[in-house]
């Protein structure tokens, strides 16, 4: 049968959730920012209760497929009507009494945290069984994946079990939740506080959202409390606004316990009310059946194993390599705020569902990534600009232009812009394609540069090289209508030797530094002088061969885990079509290891 208070008369609203503290463990310079119960019901505050109402009522059309660096849990603020009624029922209740009545099926609970039943814990005894019975339902399912781990930690440290339930109506077992004060994580740590206590946060790793390392950090911020205050009651207060304020409350109103400081008008309600929760929490979690959640599917403890990978590897490209669903992983490794192992790290800890760590290091070398351009329409509104665009998609300006065809920035509202983005997809090469990728590697063409003479024709040209007009016109960027003008220079892509000029006169052919840049004349030509460092060289016909002078050697670059040609390209500030050319690639799929050959720009 299900138990009841007496306090049920005093729910008279239709939903009142559970407010989250998003304000919780910020440094002390900041709490008087949250003493006012006027700026907590103007939405200052998220609740996981809240952002369940929400996302069961209001899922977009998009969030069924999520990309590994996107929260799937945003948390609306909380309405200022519903904050409000909270707040009056809570003080229809009248004072806030340590003194509660002690029975004997609290006892039987066997908490090692010290419990009381007094009004306030009664009511949300009643909030949580009734109008939230299947939020919190939903909270103690979630509570099966890492409680047992937290119950350990928290043991180990020599605290209360108990605590546990802390993170439970912090975030509701959410490790990515986070509220709109910027708390993050299963313990909903500020920035400040997380670093106080060890944890990173970067643009790349956000470790609040990691369950055991915020764990570790929670317990030694409990611990701190608790042997400043000596009371529990009063940490836990003190965890919630800061251990400062509640320091100097005790002071300014001589109070000896926390319900003594939550009778005077001093503390927000958010803290007020936080030790009642944290109870009520407690208490029905311990025996849920007696309080009519006799039918919760607990989940399973998360369960792992690690592996090493290197710098910039994507949990896409592990995803494939391991043969795992991308969600998993992504589940596993929620700190990544953006999917990619962060720069300046040579190895780092992956965790990966148990029994496919190894063939991390088995697979992880064979996958490669294909980068493709798409665009999505924009439609241009009436008072929309080229910046405003831009800094929507995170584009640049003459990405943009170029991408419309655009040689101003003139936008005609209605008309469609073609927005560009890319996509990177990853696939497992077979050990065909591996050796057909390396040995491509190997094989580099010859680059050679032909000076136009007056009256040449891109055919002409083609058929003097064993080539054709239209890979010249690629090669050079020509348009159809483009034509040649002499003295321009095209740049020509080669096999092998280069082919003698056909009919009259040979013309010399000069090899420059590894037989990569080739210049070729007429006989007869006029040099002009000692050519440059990295200059193309004018020959003369003589008896004699003169030599080019030489170039710069070309660059080995090794494909590490998570590039793309793209990226290697704007890495070495190069074209990636001629990365491509030079590497003999057919299509944008590296992998890693492969060794590609980078030449400086002439």
């Known amino acids: 049968m299900r138990k009841s208070t007496s306090l049920s008369r005093l729910l008279l609203v239709f939903c009142m959730p559970l407010v989250w503290s998003c304000a919780a463990h910020q440094s002390d310079s900041t709490q008087s920012q949250l003493t006012s119960d006027t700026s907590f019901a103007r939405g200052q505050f998220s609740s996981p209760a809240a952002s369940e109402a929400a996302s069961s009522q209001e899922k977009s059309p998009e969030s069924g497929a999520l990309s590994s660096n996107q929260d799937d849990d945003l948390s609306p603020t909380e309405s200022e009507a519903t904050a409000r009624q909270e707040i009056t029922d809570l003080k229809k209740l009248g004072t806030w009494d340590e003194q509660g009545k002690h029975t004997p099926d609290l006892d039987a609970l066997h908490s090692d945290f010290p419990l009381v039943l007094n009004p306030q814990v009664e009511y949300y005894i009643n909030l949580f069984q009734n109008q939230q019975r299947k939020i919190f339902a939903s909270w103690l399912t979630r509570s ?42 299963l313990w909903q740590f500020m920035e400040p506080s997380a670093k106080r206590f060890g944890l990173q946060v970067n643009s790349y790793v956000d470790e609040r959202r990691d369950p055991v390392l915020s764990t570790k950090a929670a317990i030694a911020y409990l611990h701190d409390l608790h042997s400043q205050f000596d009371n529990w009651y009063m940490a836990i207060a003190a965890y919630n606004a800061g251990e400062g304020r509640i320091s100097n409350g005790l002071k300014k109103y001589n109070c000896k316990n926390f319900w003594d400081l939550a009778e005077e008008d001093y503390l927000a309600l958010e803290t007020k009310r936080y030790v009642p929760q944290l109870i009520a929490a407690i208490i029905i979690a311990k025996s849920p059946k007696a309080y009519g959640f006799d039918d919760i599917q607990y989940e399973k403890p998360q369960v792992y194993e690690t592996a090493s ?87 640049n300006k003459i990405t943009l232009l170029k991408a419309n065809n655009l040689h101003k920035a003139k936008l005609v509202p209605g008309n469609i812009l073609r927005i560009p983005y890319q996509t990177t997809q990853y696939a497992l090469l077979s050990d065909k394609d591996l050796k057909q990728l390396a040995d491509s590697a190997k094989k580099p063409e010859d680059v050679m540069v032909h000076t136009v003479k007056a009256g040449e024709t891109l055919e002409q040209i083609a058929s003097r090289y064993g080539t054709s007009d239209k890979k010249i016109a690629g090669w050079n960027k020509l348009t159809a209508k483009q034509r040649l003008k002499a003295g321009q220079q095209l740049t020509l892509f080669v096999e092998d030797e280069p082919m003698e000029a056909k009919g009259a006169d040979k013309k010399l052919v000069a090899k420059a530094s590894g037989g990569k840049a080739v210049v070729a004349k007429e006989k007869g030509a006029v040099g002009k002088g000692p050519a440059e460092k990295g200059k193309d060289l004018t020959i003369v016909a003589t008896k004699t061969k003169t030599p080019a002078p030489k170039t710069p050697e070309p660059t080995l670059y090794q494909v590490k885990s998570g590039d793309s040609l793209w990226a290697i390209a704007e890495r070495f500030n190069l074209d990636p079509a001629d990365l491509k050319k030079w590497n003999k690639l057919e299509s944008n799929a590296i992998s890693p290891g492969l060794t590609l050959i980078i030449k400086s720009k002439s």
Do not use: W
């Open 144 to 185: 099966g994946r890492y409680v047992p781990m937290m119950r350990q930690r928290l043991a180990e440290a020599g605290l209360p079990q108990d605590l546990v339930y802390l993170s439970m109506i912090e975030s509701g077992f959410k490790p990515n939740a986070f509220s709109t004060a910027s708390a993050v994580g």
């Open 309 to 395: 990978v290197p710098t910039g590897t994507t949990l896409a490209a592990v995803a494939v390599a391991t043969n795992t669903d991308a969600e998993v992983l992504h589940d596993l490794n929620r700190q990544l705020s953006k999917g990619v192992v962060p720069p300046g790290v040579s190895n780092y800890e992956l965790k990966l569902p148990v029994g496919s760590a190894h063939l991390v290091a088995a697979n992880l070398p064979r996958v490669h990534a294909t980068v493709s351009t798409q665009f999505k329409d924009h439609v241009i509104g009436a008072k929309d600009t080229i910046t405003q665009i831009c800094a929507k998609y995170s584009i």
